[in-house]
């Protein structure tokens, strides 16, 4: 009897093969709580729940340090402190300033001094090595299934180099020379990638307009403000001189009345005789 290991997730029991590699969950657990990707740092992590979007380091930093801002280098939506999220910081401590990426052209690409790091002797950075890699590892598995059914003339690295390559680069004629179904899984693989970078992008956009109307808000709000304690001013400095011209135009009238006074008592003693 084959030996049956258990699910990290439901502790049921399952043969090592119908287990996922790394997490070791079985195929309930993996609809159940499928892995996918924190909407700012953009790192995978297994979800909890349908509305969990952010993984629980960034959860727990939205809760210290609030809603994090565009990293300056990657524009990745991860600064939680100041304008540069941790990786970038990091990176940046130990390989020096960034490079412009080979991919998305970016200055977030960090030289690690080590071509064995490198993937395929490019410089990337963090988002695009792992999209390459990833096109790479299901190119692979592809191939594994295809078997012996292809009779292409290329070797089999020389066909995952260029399948990969196909990723970043236009379609290319070479493409002809893989099976069909092959280039269909790297066409929707590339059009996946790109559908998920465009979301990216829109959210960068949708978290600048916010930031805009929400400074737009404060600087009205201000306004006003500034608007309502100048008219309060106006209003008491205009008070303060309608008293003052009343308090003039009394002292006035009673000042009249004096002279009129002193001199009426005046005028008999001037006729008498």
């Known amino acids: 009897?084959?030996?049956?290991?258990?699910?990290?997730?439901?502790?049921?029991?399952?043969?090592?093969?119908?287990?996922?590699?790394?997490?070791?969950?079985?195929?309930?657990?993996?609809?159940?709580?499928?892995?996918?990707?924190?909407?700012?740092?953009?790192?995978?992590?297994?979800?909890?729940?349908?509305?969990?979007?952010?993984?629980?380091?960034?959860?727990?930093?939205?809760?210290?340090?609030?809603?994090?801002?565009?990293?300056?280098?990657?524009?990745?939506?991860?600064?939680?402190?100041?304008?540069?999220?941790?990786?970038?910081?990091?990176?940046?401590?130990?390989?020096?300033?960034?490079?412009?990426?080979?991919?998305?052209?970016?200055?977030?690409?960090?030289?690690?001094?080590?071509?064995?790091?490198?993937?395929?002797?490019?410089l990337l950075c963090w988002l695009c090595t792992l999209s390459y890699k990833r096109v790479l590892q299901k190119t692979r598995e592809q191939r594994k299934q295809l078997g012996s059914s292809s009779h292409s003339s290329l070797s089999q690295k020389e066909q995952l180099t260029r399948l990969s390559s196909s990723h970043y680069n236009s379609f290319s004629p070479d493409l002809a020379l893989d099976s069909p179904g092959t280039d269909h899984f790297v066409i929707i693989t590339q059009l996946k990638e790109e559908v998920a970078s465009l979301k990216k992008v829109l959210h960068q956009k949708d978290q600048l307009i916010l930031d805009k109307e929400k400074k737009i808000t404060e600087l009205r709000a201000e306004f006003q403000y500034q608007e309502s304690q100048m008219r309060t001013k106006m209003n008491q400095m205009e008070k303060t001189h309608k008293d003052l011209v009343e308090q003039l135009q009394a002292r006035n009238r009673e000042l009249m009345k004096q002279v009129s006074a002193l001199s009426k008592g005046k005028k008999p003693a001037m006729t008498s005789p």
């Open 1 to 122: 009897m084959a030996a049956l290991y258990a699910c990290t997730k439901c502790n049921q029991r399952f043969p090592f093969e119908a287990l996922s590699q790394g997490q070791q969950l079985c195929k309930e657990c993996r609809i159940a709580h499928p892995m996918v990707k924190c909407t700012y740092c953009r790192t995978e992590f297994q979800q909890e729940s349908k509305t969990n979007t952010i993984c629980k380091k960034c959860a727990q930093n939205v809760k210290l340090y609030g809603t994090p801002k565009p990293c300056q280098y990657c524009n990745i939506i991860a600064a939680f402190i100041g304008n540069k999220c941790q990786r970038c910081t990091n990176s940046e401590k130990r390989h020096g300033p960034p490079q412009p990426c080979e991919q998305c052209k970016q200055q977030c690409a960090f030289d690690r001094k080590d071509d064995r790091r490198k993937v395929d002797g490019k």
